[in-house]
């Protein structure tokens, strides 16, 4: 069974071609990009383009797609929702993630896009839940310009930003990533605070769960 990806940016094409190549040889994946959905989530919130990823979900699945994995963090949980319509597992990448986050206490999440940070604290908060914990201790916070380098074409200085970011951060346990595109910024950072991101345990999960 092929492993669809769905991706609101072509960078991440790559990235989960060499996890795929290093964790995962012979997994067959098949790369979507659209960058739309992005757009309209950031602008008008996730549900506005929840029938639009219903309905690209129905058709990965009617391709031979035996699971869907969606590496934006924006959108996530609009996915999952449509994975359950349509009958297909649909993953998002930063599931896994938030899990070990929340067993490790006190969480700082990096964003470099404003509609993500609602979006990931509550799926810890869901996390927290479904590990007995009594709540998510979480702060937010967005890495100003990080976006706008990234947008622009600019990765290493917005992964730059967002390592600056995680090493500016005193007061938690663990740092996470929120975004896929984020993961990069893990490489360059000196805190002794562990730093979270999603794409390997998130890969991981998806290809498990393609198989079963």
């Keep these: 069974m092929t492993l669809a990806l769905l991706h609101t940016s072509p960078v991440h094409v790559p990235v989960f071609d060499a996890l795929r190549d290093a964790d995962h040889p012979g997994t067959a994946l098949r790369h979507v990009v659209r960058e739309e959905l992005l757009a309209g989530a950031a602008a008008l919130g996730p549900d506005a383009v929840a029938d639009e990823v219903e309905a ?64 990931t604290r509550a799926l810890l908060t869901e996390e927290a839940a479904a590990a007995g914990l009594p709540g998510a201790d979480v702060r937010t916070v967005l890495v100003e310009g990080a976006w706008e380098r990234f947008a622009a074409g600019d990765q290493d200085g917005s992964l730059g930003l967002v390592a600056a970011a995680a090493d ?45």
């Design 168 to 212: 500016a951060v005193t007061d938690a346990d663990v740092i996470v990533l929120a975004q896929g595109s984020m993961a990069g910024a893990a490489d360059r950072t000196t805190t002794e605070v562990p730093v979270l991101s999603s794409p390997r345990p998130g890969l991981a999960a998806a290809v498990a769960a393609s198989e079963g």
């Design 56 to 119: 690209l979900v129905a058709e990965l699945a009617a391709e031979g797609a035996g699971a869907v994995l969606c590496t934006c963090s924006t959108i996530g949980a609009v996915a999952e929702s449509a994975g359950v319509a349509v009958g297909v597992p649909v993953l998002r990448v930063d599931r896994p993630m938030a899990a070990a986050a929340v067993r490790a206490g006190r969480v700082t999440v990096l964003a470099t896009l404003a509609s993500t940070l609602a979006q």
